[in-house]
């Protein structure tokens, strides 16, 4: 039961003082049913607020089951709240935009009632106020009366021994205020009912008695009938502290569903949010992957597709380790002698005779390994499938032609390095692969597997690096570079030589009588030393070289690359698709068997510098637009979230625990930047798969990368939320409802 003993309650309002409550006396017990009149401002809410515990009192004393109140903090009174009192009020306070059954679950559910025992009971309660045709229609759409039928099951629901209504037919006609007021009296048994009524005429059939307020003092009290009374509210304090995760979720999932437009907006702004995040962050990642600027002191194909490996113990690689290699998760291909990536040639294109401005011309191309592409990276034709099938990038494609490439052939005068006058070959352009791989202004030619297999290649690969020397009759000469040209007009076995050659090289001879003569070509292993070694025979000396002084030496293909056939494999370069992959297959590499360079990101310290920072402030970018897009979200969702103030403090007059609210709003969040995120992986994905002129960050992006992304979004969406509630929770319960509870 309930005591007040001399309680007062005060007003300070614009410096002056209302004494809305003036040494009040009186008791109340279950099974009475009260009816409180009085003029307007004579205090008839602020004595239901101090009853039920949504007002403090200043002086007196209120008890509540015999224990005084005086000294109850806020959070008791809630306990007290949650455990005894079901509001009414004149403008009903359900929430609009649930259903009549979701208003009534939410109240079940933060009365603890299990899932499998709600369904029945919110329709017999709902069918108790009559509503069982509008079960599952918006609240927004009833009628008043319907409004306050469900305000009525809501605190069935509730099952408390105190129902406080304040004016709950104020907004309703007479005729449908008769029937809300029966219903109450119906439905609240031994229940312990404080009706305020505007009018005495309306309720008196149903009170048991009558309280009259004036200027904050009762003048009249008059108990009519004898009701047996309880002595006690009697009701558990109850043990369902919180609400269960389950229905964490499904109020969260009310509230999600309940308000499309909202959700949507909050979606739309999330959305927003992580792709402003995942290109921030994407490009900082794309940063600390970049390419090295300066190129490599030894290797000039830094292509970030190609690594380099060399054993470290000098000896020589064997078939099986080569496998070894080639079987490395992410290894494309294994090139052994890839010297012949770091050499280029002339490329020259016939466009097929119309003689444009570009015709005849020769270009310095760089070597490829068309293993390195995907057929994703083409933004034209297909990879090559045979030694005579090439892929150019942009550049080449530019000077070639700019519109007909698949009828164009490129002539190709292959000009390696220190290697002449090799036949020109006529390569097949069957794609083109976009210049955003490679610097934009220099020629790429990507070949097939097959075109390194070549002995001709082979050879264009060792020959820089192992120099050749005459022997002659035990003697061993050497002249810096002379030029050895590869004729096919020269039989196997022989070589032409000019009559500057035959001086320098081989003095015991005239060029009459050297013909026939047979020296011995010879090369060392660079890194064993080794020698390997051919015997050729002189068959010719040329006549006209002999003014230009210069030392040739022509000699049949086939012949020199006899020399090389048998060189030892010290160094290959294992071909990948990209950076990434590179990371990964260094990783994997056994490191104390084989030394290994990753051209595309060597460095030196002058450019590391530069990375360094140009990283460092990525970094500072990404984390500055963070908090940017933290403020520019609460300042984006503060009206919608101000709109929602008045649904949770509804939760809360129902019993829900401060906690449970943070946590309802924090699945929220938490549930949509879970969708956005799952919608920007998805559009990077597509993005990623169709080249697209949008920047693709997915092939530099780790797990771990993704990890960071949600754990930071996430974390985001958790602050954002909090901040709200603790703005929300600011706003008292009962200044909210009078208010609305705006949120500073
Ligand atoms: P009733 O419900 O009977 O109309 P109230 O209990 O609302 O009366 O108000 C009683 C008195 O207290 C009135 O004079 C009213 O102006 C004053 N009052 C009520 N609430 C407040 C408030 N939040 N701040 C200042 N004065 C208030
Ligand atoms: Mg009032």
Do not use: W
């Not at 312990?192 to 048991?208: G, Q, T």
């Not at 190129?295 to 054993?311: A, T």
């Not at 960071?708 to 901040?723: K, Y």
């Amino acid at each position: 039961m309930i005591r007040l003993e001399n309680v007062s309650k005060y007003y300070h309002q614009n410096g002056g003082v209302t004494r809305a409550l003036d040494r009040i006396n009186a008791s109340f017990r279950r099974g009475e049913f009260i009816v409180v009149t009085g003029e307007s401002g004579s205090g008839k809410s602020t004595f239901l607020n101090v009853v039920s515990g949504l007002d403090r009192y200043e002086s007196g004393e209120m008890y509540i089951d015999g224990k005084e109140t005086s000294y109850y903090s806020e959070s008791d009174f809630e306990d007290y709240r949650r455990d005894n009192v079901a509001f009414i009020f004149q403008d009903y306070n359900i929430i609009d935009a649930y259903t009549v059954y979701e208003n009534v679950d939410v109240a079940l559910m933060i009365g603890g009632v299990a899932k499998k025992d709600r369904r029945k009971r919110i329709k017999s309660i709902i069918d108790r106020v009559g509503l069982t045709p509008q079960t599952h229609q918006k609240t927004s759409k009833l009628s008043g009366g319907e409004k306050q039928r469900v305000a009525i099951a809501r605190a069935l629901a509730k099952d408390a021994p105190l129902i406080v209504a304040d004016e709950p037919t104020g907004n309703l006609d007479k005729n449908t205020s008769e029937k809300i007021l029966k219903l109450l009296k119906e439905l609240s048994e031994d229940k312990l009912v404080l009706l305020v009524s505007h009018s005495y005429e309306v309720a008196k059939n149903y009170a048991s008695r009558h309280i009259r307020l004036f200027d904050g003092k009762i003048i009249e009290d008059k108990t009519f009938e004898e009701l047996p009374t309880h002595e006690k509210l009697g009701r558990k304090t109850s043990d369902h502290a919180f609400l269960t995760p389950k229905s964490l979720v499904t109020i969260a999932g009310h509230n999600l569903k309940a308000m499309p437009k909202r959700t949507l907006f909050v979606l739309a702004l999330s959305l927003l949010i992580v792709l402003s995040f995942a290109f921030t962050y994407g490009s900082y990642v794309e940063q600390t992957h970049a390419r090295a600027p300066g190129g490599h002191p030894h290797f000039r194909n830094v292509s970030e597709g190609r690594i380099v490996v060399n054993k470290a113990s000098n000896t020589p690689m064997d078939a099986s380790e080569l496998e070894t290699l080639g079987n490395l998760r992410g290894v494309q291909a294994v090139l052994p002698y890839d010297t012949i990536l770091d050499q280029q040639f002339s490329i020259h294109v016939d466009n097929g005779g119309y003689g444009g401005p570009m015709r005849g011309y020769f270009r310095t191309t760089n070597v490829n390994h068309a293993a390195m592409l995907r057929s994703r990276d083409l933004i034209d034709g297909r990879l090559p499938e045979n030694a005579n099938e090439v892929v150019v990038n942009e550049a080449v494609q530019r000077f070639a032609d700019n519109d007909a490439l698949e009828t164009i052939q490129l002539n190709f005068e292959v000009r390696f390095q220190y290697m002449e006058y090799l036949d020109l070959e006529t390569f097949d352009v069957v794609g083109t692969v976009s210049s955003d791989r490679t610097a934009a202004y220099f020629n790429e030619v990507y070949f097939h597997e097959d075109f390194f297999a070549r002995d001709r290649v082979k050879t264009a690969a060792m020959k820089p690096y192992h120099d050749i020397r005459l022997t002659y009759d035990g003697t061993e000469r050497f002249l810096y570079q002379f030029d050895m040209m590869m004729e096919s007009g020269v039989s196997e076995g022989k070589v032409e030589v000019s009559p500057y050659f035959v001086n320098e090289l081989l003095p015991d001879f005239d060029e009459e009588d050297v013909v026939g003569t047979v020296f011995t070509l010879k090369t060392n292993d660079v890194i064993t030393g080794e020698a390997y070694s051919i015997d050729v025979e002189v068959a010719k000396v040329y006549e006209f070289e002999e003014q230009t002084g210069r030392a040739l030496i022509s000699i049949h293909p086939d012949t020199l690359y006899e020399l090389y056939a048998d060189i030892d494999i010290h160094q290959v370069s294992l071909i990948v698709h990209d950076r990434f992959t590179a990371h990964s297959v260094i990783d994997s590499i056994d490191d104390d068997a084989y030394g290994v360079v990753y051209p595309a990101e060597y460095e030196d310290s002058f450019n590391r510098i530069f990375r360094i920072i140009g990283q460092i402030m990525q970094g500072v970018a990404s984390v500055a637009l963070l908090v940017v897009l933290y403020f520019l979200a609460f300042l984006a969702l503060r009206n919608v979230m101000q709109a929602r103030t008045k649904d949770f403090v509804i939760l809360r007059s129902l019993g829900a625990k401060q906690k449970d609210i943070h946590r309802i709003s924090v699945l929220e969040m938490c549930a949509v930047m879970a969708l956005s995120l799952l919608i920007v992986f998805v559009l990077m994905l597509i993005n990623s798969a169709y080249r697209t002129p949008i920047p693709d960050y997915i092939p530099y992006l780790r797990f771990s990368n993704y990890v960071l992304m949600v754990i930071v979004l996430l974390t985001l969406s958790v602050l954002l939320a909090l901040r709200f509630n603790q703005k929300i929770y600011a706003v008292s319960v009962n200044k909210a409802f009078k208010e609305g509870g705006e949120i500073q």
